[in-house]
């Protein structure tokens, strides 16, 4: 049973440019939370998707975008790349319906903008 | 003040020791409470959920809940240096299967051979 899965893995930008994470739930799951960690802090939510829709935002700019797919991976865009964008990236994955909540994190993308 | 707070740490213990991690929220009305684990570099792995006041235990952890007073708590017993990591507590408002995870800072444990 894949758990989740995103990509890349480590990415290194400069200021002003966009980028494009990827992340793909675990099987049997249909709904992506997206978060990003500074070092040294707990997760941030940016925002979270289900059937294709995003449910709930948290306190991120509209650079900030995200897709989810018929087959419920998702994609976080962030355009006009800032210096404090530099983070890990993480996917969490759980299901919609069942339990409370219980989500599951993927390896990370670590973004670097220099 | 923040919504999840935790003490940063590093919390040490000697090894075979409880360590005993605790963690206060602002909002009433939280209803799932959440341990999460993560190593130095790598991303959270949830270790234990708690929704109802009291305890639960999952072998060598056990999670308190006290929604009067807020707090939840996560006891690790015969704490090994494989449990050094940092401990990410997290809270749901809702009592659907939706929304964020607020989460605090972390606490560091170290376990000392």
């Known amino acids: 049973d894949a758990g989740v899965t995103q990509s890349p893995t480590h990415l290194i930008k400069t200021r002003g440019q966009q980028v494009t994470l990827r992340c793909s739930p675990k099987?049997?799951?249909?709904?992506v939370s997206w978060y990003q960690q500074a070092l040294g802090q707990g997760p941030q939510f940016i925002f979270q998707?289900?059937?294709?829709?995003?449910?709930q935002r948290g306190n991120f700019p509209d650079r900030f975008s995200g897709h989810q797919f018929p087959n419920y991976s998702s994609e976080l865009n962030v355009n006009a790349l800032l210096l404090g964008d530099s983070a890990l990236y993480l996917c969490?994955?759980?299901?919609?319906?069942?339990?409370?909540?219980?989500?599951?994190f993927g390896p990370g993308t670590r973004l670097t903008v220099l | 003040q923040k919504e999840v707070e935790q003490n940063s740490g590093p919390l040490s213990v000697p090894e075979g020791a409880i360590a005993s991690l605790n963690c206060t929220y602002s909002?009433?009305?939280?209803?799932?409470f959440f341990w999460y684990r993560q190593y130095s570099g790598k991303s959270p792995e949830l270790i234990m959920s708690?929704?109802?006041?009291g305890d639960k235990e999952d072998g060598r952890f056990t999670a308190q809940l006290n929604k009067a007073s807020q707090y939840v708590s996560l006891l690790i017993r015969d704490s090994q240096p494989s449990d050094s990591a940092t401990y990410l507590c997290?809270?749901?408002?809702?009592?659907?299967?939706?929304?964020?995870?607020?989460f605090g800072q972390g606490t560091t444990l170290q376990v000392k051979p």
């Open positions: 909002d009433r009305g939280s209803q799932s």
């Open positions: 998707y289900y059937e294709e829709e995003e449910r």
């Open positions: 708690i929704y109802s006041n």
């Open positions: 969490a994955s759980s299901s919609t319906g069942r339990g409370y909540n219980e989500q599951f």
């Open positions: 997290a809270v749901n408002r809702a009592s659907s299967n939706t929304g964020k995870l607020i």
């Open positions: 099987s049997g799951h249909d709904t």
